[in-house]
């Protein structure tokens, strides 16, 4: 059955995290995967709400145990998705979400196929992710340089998602997500 899996990604600072929450607070059934991570807590982040935060070694030992339905290194840290809370989910019927990066949109789409559906969340212009990213006040120049030059790329792969959603209006990109999801619902 497809799309039981419901993979978003796009750029750092395209608003992935903003628009999941506004979509979840209107479609039930739903489960927001908590990926884990190597990096630093950011701000007012929780450990187990946004992220997972993990020692190195402790995230290198889930790797090794085959702990994660996928994983990469974004900007030297590293993320991953844990399997046991998306089988969880789907044992239990519900639409799973992933909020993930493109390297690890491509490692599920090698492993998942058609088996998820593939979201990709765009900016409305380079300088509106620009003043985004500056605007978190967590990164340096240099660092925001380097996610501009990776959201550069991670454009190039917007071919390969099924749907592809602009969000330049919060409202209005909500709107559109919670659309492609009961679009792909009816699907299931």
């Excluded at 300088?127 to 500056?134: C, F, I, Q, Y």
Aim: glycine residues 6%; charged residues 35%; proline residues 3%.
């Amino acid at each position: 059955e497809k799309a039981k899996i419901l993979v978003i990604s796009g750029p750092s600072g395209v608003g992935k995290g903003t628009l999941v929450a506004e979509m979840r607070k209107r479609v039930p059934n739903t489960f927001l995967s908590v990926s884990a991570t190597t990096r630093n807590e950011r701000g007012q982040e929780n450990c187990g709400s946004e992220y997972d935060f993990l020692k190195r070694e402790d995230f290198e030992d889930q790797i090794e145990k085959d702990k994660f339905l996928e994983w990469a290194n974004i900007y030297g840290d590293l993320y991953g998705t844990p399997k046991e809370p998306i089988e969880k989910a789907l044992a239990e019927k519900k639409l799973a979400i992933l909020e993930i990066d493109v390297q690890g949109a491509e490692q599920l789409r090698k492993s998942l196929g058609q088996n998820a559906a593939y979201v990709f969340i765009a900016p409305p212009s380079m300088d509106a992710l620009k003043e985004r990213l500056t605007g978190r006040k967590t990164e340096s120049d240099k660092s925001i340089e380097i996610r501009l030059k990776v959201a550069r790329d991670e454009l190039k792969h917007i071919d390969k998602y099924d749907y592809i959603l602009l969000n330049d209006d919060l409202e209005k990109a909500t709107q559109n997500l919670c659309e492609i999801i009961s679009k792909i619902k009816k699907e299931v």
